[in-house]
Structures are given as C-alpha cells and as structure tokens.
C-alpha cells in the first residue's frame, strides 16, 4: 500500500521541543514534495509547511514559522519535522503527505487540494 507513516507523536510541556517522522511507505520519496499537516479537535485540517525535492525549498504559515523545521532524508525515505517552543494551540493530529510533484507550491502549498498518499497521523498533545 502506498501511503505515509507519521509518528514520534506525543505528550509535551508548553516550550519543548518535539521531532515527528514521517515515513514513505510502498514508494521511494526522492522526488516527491512533501507536506505536513494538523487538525486540532474540532478544526479543519490545516497546511503548516511543506519541502520540495531537488533544491530542498522549504515553505511555512506564518503560525510555525520560526518554530518549526522541515527537512528530508531521501536514504531513510523519510521527512522530518522539528517543533520547537511548542504551544498549547499546536495541540492536533499531525500529518503527511505529498502532492506528488518535485516542488511545493509557494502560493497553495498549505491547502489539501491535489496532496495524496495521507498517513493516519501522530497526537501532538502540548500541556502542563
């Protein structure tokens, strides 16, 4: 099956820090950019940042821009994403997936439309 696997989810104190992986599963990853996403309860699903193939361009919202880091390892198939000086309000189910071209969009990197091969996500839980 071809999909992504998210984990390294988990319970983390407001300001940690916290590293999700996020695994191609039934395909090789050098190629394809790739997004990550979150739904908080009871919220849509929301497009955070996103990592093209070849040049490696990142794209951000400006809600984690400067907090969070995405990057890839084409050899472990796998793209990562670095939270830092984590907030309540990150609490969500965290996502990935892929719009299967070489480049995020700049303009509509963060919406659903056209990303595929989702995964069941990670929790992401920030609280004291």
């Known amino acids: 099956q071809v999909q992504f696997v998210e984990s390294g989810g988990g319970l983390v104190q407001p300001g940690g820090s916290l590293r999700l992986s996020c695994t191609a599963s039934?395909?090789?990853?050098?190629?394809?950019?790739v997004g990550w996403f979150r739904q908080a309860p009871g919220k849509d699903r929301e497009g955070i940042a996103c990592i093209s193939s070849g040049d490696d361009s990142t794209y951000y919202t400006d809600s984690v821009k400067g907090r969070f880091t995405i990057s890839r390892d084409n050899a472990d198939n796998t793209v990562y994403l670095h939270m830092s000086s984590l907030k309540p309000e990150d609490t969500a189910e965290y996502y990935c997936?892929?719009?299967?071209?070489?480049?995020?969009?700049?303009?509509?990197?963060?919406?659903?439309?056209?990303?595929?091969?989702w995964g069941q996500g990670t929790q992401v839980t920030v609280s004291s």
């Open positions: 039934g395909f090789t990853l050098d190629g394809y950019a």
């Open positions: 997936a892929t719009p299967r071209s070489l480049y995020c969009s700049s303009s509509y990197f963060y919406r659903l439309s056209g990303y595929e091969y």
